[in-house]
């Protein structure tokens, strides 16, 4: 029977687990949260800083190879906010969606694009491998869907006429930011350990 990796991914965000997990099944990959208290200090300026803070922080607290994901929705006509900002714009998704659409009003230029940065840590926190992934888009005037989580209500993906939470699991799935620094990761991965 092969023997699987275990990498613990560096989140307190359970949807991450979910898109993670799904988008590795049957690649011998096995990730597990980390056991007891994740908590690190998001300090960074970028996506690439915050994502070593977490993954290092991980590999500390578990003495494995962790892998993080910093990620977050860019728009441009607000001068690439939310950005490293995302999860904390508000204080809960339904308010955090609001404030988008309030700043951004009636504002021609709806450009967005998720970014994806993943680290990869070894048991001692050294940094192994990072990549990134995006996902191009465009700011809804209002929002549509109920699958996935964030910011999805609103991003309408660029060749698609529906939001990322109109699209089933398995779409997104393909065709996200995630997805897409996943695949980066998971060859590293493959090729390395
Ligand atoms: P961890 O730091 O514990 O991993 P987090 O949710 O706080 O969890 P981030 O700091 O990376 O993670 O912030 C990511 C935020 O960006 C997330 O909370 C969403 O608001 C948004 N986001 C990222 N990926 C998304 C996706 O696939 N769909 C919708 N929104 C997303």
Do not use: W
Request: net charge negative; hydrophobic share 35%.
């Amino acid at each position: 029977m092969e023997n699987k990796i275990k990498i613990v991914l560096a989140t307190g965000n359970p949807h991450k687990l979910e898109e993670i997990s799904e988008i590795t099944n049957g690649s011998g990959i096995e990730f597990v949260l980390p056991s007891g208290n994740f908590d690190p200090i998001e300090n960074g300026k970028t996506f690439e800083d915050n994502s070593v803070i977490k993954a290092k922080e991980a590999s500390k607290i578990s003495g494995g190879i962790a892998l993080a994901d910093d990620s977050g929705l860019c728009v441009e006509a607000l001068n690439g906010e939310p950005g490293i900002h995302s999860a904390r714009y508000d204080t809960t998704p339904q308010r955090r969606i609001d404030k988008l659409l309030k700043n951004l009003a009636d504002t021609a230029n709806r450009k967005a694009k998720f970014v994806c940065v993943m680290t990869l840590t070894d048991k001692d926190g050294n940094i192994l491998h990072q990549v990134k992934g995006e996902c191009h888009g465009q700011i809804a005037k209002e929002q549509f869907g109920t699958n996935g989580f964030g910011y999805d209500p609103v991003f309408l993906v660029d060749g698609y006429d529906i939001t990322m939470a109109q699209m089933s699991e398995e779409l997104k799935n393909k065709i996200s930011h995630r997805a897409n620094a996943l695949s980066k990761m998971i060859r590293f991965i493959k090729e390395n350990l």
